[in-house]
């Protein structure tokens, strides 16, 4: 990843957690449903998401993936208002090539191999990115997809974000097996293990998952191992089932601090960078006032 795409990444990823933040504030004073946050995930979506093109390749989100939604081209505005029951938003736009973020847990799964599998008949050379948690791992619907996708070979990736949490299960609930990721051997996939914390390591391992998937190679299944640093959603209260030292050592390893030390270390030179925030935005009140803070969404 050069320095310009990991200026654009950071950006996502302080605009998941402006938006995080803002959502939860309009739901404590009742103007939004329930929101689960993405705070501390936002590499492990980010970084993914950054390998696919919104252009031709397909997204099918869990729950957790605001980012990976926008930048996909999802308005900001639909977002929302699914968060308030709006069912008109739900409706994904034309050209936007995405499937509705889908709360019941796992059952995204064999949409997407569906999908990519329609894709592969069709010998389009798109690929499907999907997202689960590691609580959806243990789901019938997650061995039923990982298992078709292997015998058809669909152009797929699947990360599962491991975030240590199903709610209150804690991760080392949900299986007795090392990793989730060493499963993908018996389904005929390639599986792959990765800091998602760290943008880059998601990056390069979502990349060779999409190009072996471009190519033919077929499926591939990631585990990101990444904190859920918030509560589970608007309802929940980690309080009562974690303790707190995990959240403090899950900030020495913040997503976004660590991109910001590595483009502050001198890397980056000081200019702004072309195709992002349109036409000379700096990111001051009034370019954000003009909606340019943020590098435009990239619909199809
Ligand atoms: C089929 C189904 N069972 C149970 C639930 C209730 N539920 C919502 S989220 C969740 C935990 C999922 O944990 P995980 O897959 O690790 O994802 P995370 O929330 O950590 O991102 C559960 C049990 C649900 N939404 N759907
Ligand atoms: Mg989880």
Known sequence: MDDQLALEALRWMMLSQVLDDRAIKLNRVGQLGVYGPVLGQEASVVGSHL???PAMDWLVPAYREQPAMLRHGYPLAN???T???RPSAVRIPDGVRMLPRQQSVGSQLPHAV?????LRLRRSSAVVLTYAGEGASSEGDFHEACNLAGVVGAPLAIIVQN???AISTPSARQTAAESIAARALGYGLAGAVVDGNDLFAVYAAARKAVERARGGGGATLI???TFRMGFHNTTDNPGRYRDPKLEKEAAAVDPIRRVQLYLASGRVRRRRPSGLGEG???GGRRCRRRGRF???ARAG
């Open 51 to 53: 390998a696919i093109d």
């Open 79 to 81: 977002l929302l208002a």
């Open 114 to 118: 569906g999908l990519a599998w329609g």
């Open 294 to 296: 943020f590098p435009p």
């Open 83 to 85: 968060y308030i029951g």
């Open 223 to 225: 585990e990101s191992h």
């Open 163 to 165: 975030n240590g949490w």
């Open 280 to 282: 000379g935005c700096g």
